[in-house]
């Protein structure tokens, strides 16, 4: 019996996708290496007012969507997807204690700063909250976006001493998972960066 040349060229095509290697996995770590920023170097005066009292950092919480391992981005207003084959090593969360408290102890504007979980007293708490994190990709190659909510409070007193919402963007040099993800770390450390020059004043 012979085969037809349409069969014979699908059941080629069949074989070749059954036998082709599938797409490697990558993964990103989203932490990039501290740079210098405001918050690094306090004025003298800021200095020599420093607090006496350790600055607490309470672990960060994320909105739902974003608190994954996946890389978020968006080709249509108000929509969001995840990214396949490519994720990151850490959560966001992680990745934004970790610049905060480097961020902050930089700073030289506190005596000390430390895990809100560590044990230690303070009437100097911050609470940040990572709202968005994501490729906007609409229009090729995109721009990283990045939002945080952050408060200041005296847990001791049971008093609000500041709030407010910090955004920054980054423009994306690749329409892919890695562009995406190199725009994400310096609009976070952006957004990080301006957040700690507000504690420093807020607090002092």
């Known amino acids: 019996m ?10 080629l095509l069949v074989g070749c996708s059954i036998f082709e ?19 690094a170097s306090a004025s003298a005066s800021a200095v ?14 994320v909105a739902a969507f974003y608190d994954t ?4 981005y968006s080709r249509t207003p108000g929509t969001r997807d995840y990214y396949q084959f490519s994720s990151l090593t850490e959560t ?9 408290l480097s961020e902050l102890e930089r700073s030289g504007a506190f005596r000390s700063v430390a895990s809100a979980t560590s044990g230690i007293s303070g009437n100097l708490l ?18 990283a976006r990045v939002t945080l909510s952050a408060q200041l409070s005296d ?8 709030r407010r919402t910090f955004t920054a963007s980054s423009d994306v040099s690749s329409f892919d998972a890695e ?13 990080v960066a301006e957040e700690a020059a507000w504690v420093v004043q807020a607090a002092l």
């Open 69 to 72: 391992l996946q890389i978020a």
């Open 92 to 100: 966001p969360a992680k990745a934004l204690n970790a610049m905060l």
């Open 21 to 39: 290697p599938p797409q490697a996995h990558r993964r990103y770590v989203l932490e990039a290496a501290p740079v210098p920023s405001a918050s």
């Open 48 to 61: 020599a007012r420093k607090k006496e009292a350790p600055l607490l950092v309470f672990s960060s919480s």
């Open 155 to 162: 847990p001791i007193g049971r008093k609000l001493i500041a």
């Open 179 to 191: 562009g995406a993800v190199a725009g994400m770390r310096a609009a976070l450390a952006s957004a």
């Open 2 to 11: 012979k085969r037809s040349p349409l069969l014979a060229l699908v059941l």
């Open 126 to 143: 911050l609470t940040t909250k990572l709202e968005e994190i994501f490729h906007e990709a609409s229009a090729p190659p995109g721009t």
